[in-house]
Structure formats: structure tokens, C-alpha cells
């Protein structure tokens, strides 16, 4: 894909967003799909009471593709107190890069900067005065909740996982919901299983950064047309290599700077995936709970399935 042709398919969908949300709602981004009584109609759909976590556990190691790996040690009890009497506690500290390449995350809309802006035409420098405020994590520090929905892009061509560089196109979610029963609709969170983390396991990790299975832009049309809310994948949403010449992360930059779409990265999408098959339904009740980091671009984050 040239640069012209994405700048093109950029316009056409942030014209698109500026044209089915506005007012108030349009801070929230593709979030105003997701009304309250969406919310309540996800709930009412849980039948089997099955709970799921879509988050990875967190690693504490270094890896090919995972050089600025989380830290976390045990700070008490001191060594002092070690077999005294009376009350002690156990304390930890943790710390992590949040956008990196192996852990489980959410971006806010202002993670994402295109051509010198954020979400909405906020300038970069309001990362730094504290502008960017409205469009970060603080947007969703009363959770997601809503229906989730998994498209098993793997499932279909009937492998295990698609290869680092493959694109998943349109039209293969469109085939996704016909061959599992399920189709997408305003307001939903969208998972796509590319079975990224399934290859780690069986291969072993690997530079994710220079080469991973993900959306194709084009398959961004999708979004806007089914108004989805959220994306989540078990990679990082974006083909690497970029399809898109002179453009890294086309698909952030089209999901989140164009639609206002918030995204999951590297989730572990295969425990849901089973669960949805041996049940039958590919739909269910997603709740996402980030950090309250105020004025953050992202956060670790345990979405929930509740089937």
C-alpha cells in the first residue's frame, strides 16, 4: 500500500468518525457506541457464568522480544523483622514499560501521534503540558464494559497460528463471523486471535517488533462500519513488516488517530478461543479494568470474559 493511498483511506475515516460522533462525544471516541444500554444488554447475555482472563502474565524476564521486561521484587518484610513477633507485611514493588511487546496492555488515544496530533487534532505538546488529559487513560477510569466479540482469524484458514507478516484482511472477518455465527455491531469490543501467543509458546518468543501477524489497514473499513468501540488482539494489531510504505503502525494510526478506537495489545486470546468453541458462541460479556494513571498513554491491564 503507498503512503498517498493510506492518507487517502486516513481522510476518508476520520471524515468518516467527524460524521457519526460529534458534540461532547466525540472526546470519547469510538467509545459513544458503546451506550448504556448496550452495556446492560451485554450483561443480560452471560448464560454459563464461565469466566475468562485475556491478559498474558506479566514477565519479569529479558527476551528477543521483550528487552525492557517488567521488574518486581519482594521488599518485605525486612530482614529484621524475619521470625520476630508480632505483625509484619509482605510489600512489593512493581514497574514496567507499558507499550512493549510481550505484555498485556491497553493504549489510550493519546498513545498514538500522526503528523504532529493526537486524537481530535490535540497537538503533541499537550502530552507535556497536560492537555492531553481528556484523550488519556483518565477517559476510561470507569472501565469498558460492554459485549466482546472473537474473530478467530488462525481458526479459519485451519491453522494453529498465521505467520509473522501475514495480514488479516476484511474480508477475512467478514468470512470469520460467517464460518463462527457471529457478527460485530456497534459498540463492540473486538477481539482478533492471529494465534500469536500460541506460536511464542510452542517456538519460542522472537523480535516481535520487526515481524508479527496483524490487521491489514484496509481491514480498519471494518471497524468504522460496524462502529466497533474497542480492538484487541493476541499480537499488536499491526503487521510487521508495515504494509503501508513510509508508514509505521498504519493500523494504530488508522483505529486510534482516525476512529478513536482504543486498543489491546498482545493479549492471549487461546483460553477464550477454546472456551467459544467447546460453548458454541463467539460473543460474551468483556469487562477491561485499567490502572487509574491519570494523564497515562496506556496501562497493563486482565480483560474479563463472561460467557
Same mark, same amino acid.
Given at each position: ?9 486516513? *481522510?476518508?475515516? +476520520? ?11 466525540? *472526546? ?5 457506541? $458503546?451506550?448504556?444500554?448496550?452495556? *446492560?444488554?451485554?450483561? *443480560? ?17 529479558? #527476551? ?51 503528523? =504532529?496530533?493526537?486524537? =481530535? @487534532? ?16 483518565? /477517559?476510561?477510569? %470507569? =472501565?469498558?464494559?460492554?459485549? %466482546? ?31 463462527? @455465527? ?12 492471529? #494465534? ?15 515481524? +508479527?501477524?496483524? /490487521?491489514?489497514?484496509? &481491514? ?14 493476541? %499480537? ?18 488508522? &483505529? ?6 482504543? /486498543?489491546?495489545?498482545?493479549?492471549? $486470546? ?9 460453548? =458454541? ?16 498513554? #496506556? ?7 463472561v460467557l
Amino acid at each position: 500500500m503507498t503512503e498517498e493511498a493510506f492518507r487517502a483511506l486516513y *481522510a476518508d475515516l +476520520r471524515d468518516r468518525r467527524d460524521h457519526a460522533v460529534s458534540g461532547p462525544e466525540h *472526546a470519547r471516541g469510538a467509545l459513544a457506541y $458503546l451506550t448504556p444500554e448496550r452495556v *446492560a444488554a451485554a450483561a *443480560a447475555g452471560v448464560r454459563h457464568g464461565r469466566t475468562v482472563s485475556l491478559a498474558a502474565p506479566i514477565e519479569t524476564w529479558p #527476551g528477543p522480544d521483550n528487552p525492557q521486561c517488567a521488574s518486581y521484587r519482594v521488599t518485605g518484610p525486612a530482614e529484621a523483622e524475619t521470625g520476630a513477633p508480632g505483625v509484619h507485611f509482605a510489600l512489593d514493588h512493581f514497574a514496567m514499560n507499558v507499550h512493549g511487546d510481550a505484555d498485556s496492555h491497553l493504549d489510550a488515544l493519546c498513545h498514538v501521534v500522526f503528523d =504532529g496530533e493526537l486524537y =481530535g @487534532g490535540v497537538p503533541e505538546a499537550a502530552l507535556r503540558t497536560g492537555g492531553s488529559r481528556p484523550i488519556s487513560l483518565d /477517559l476510561v477510569h %470507569g =472501565g469498558i464494559v460492554g459485549r %466482546g466479540v472473537l474473530l478467530d482469524a488462525a481458526r479459519l484458514r485451519g491453522l494453529p497460528w498465521l505467520e509473522p507478516g501475514d495480514c488479516v484482511s476484511a474480508d477475512d472477518l467478514a468470512a470469520a463471523e460467517e464460518a463462527q @455465527g457471529v457478527r460485530a455491531g456497534p459498540g463492540d469490543l473486538l477481539f482478533v486471535r492471529v #494465534g500469536h501467543r500460541r506460536r511464542r509458546r510452542e517456538t519460542g518468543p522472537w523480535d516481535a517488533a520487526h515481524a +508479527r501477524a496483524g /490487521l491489514h489497514p484496509h &481491514a480498519v473499513r471494518f471497524l468504522a462500519e460496524r462502529q466497533i468501540a474497542v480492538l484487541g488482539s493476541d %499480537g499488536n494489531n499491526d503487521t510487521a513488516p508495515s504494509p503501508v510504505t513510509g508508514v509505521a503502525f498504519p493500523v494504530h494510526v488508522l &483505529a486510534m488517530r482516525a476512529l478513536g478506537v482504543h /486498543l489491546m495489545d498482545y493479549l492471549d $486470546l487461546e483460553e477464550l478461543a477454546a472456551l467459544c468453541a467447546e460453548l =458454541g458462541r463467539w460473543d460474551f460479556l468483556c469487562t477491561v479494568a485499567p490502572l487509574r494513571l491519570p494523564a497515562a498513554t #496506556g496501562s497493563p491491564v486482565n480483560p474479563i470474559a463472561v460467557l
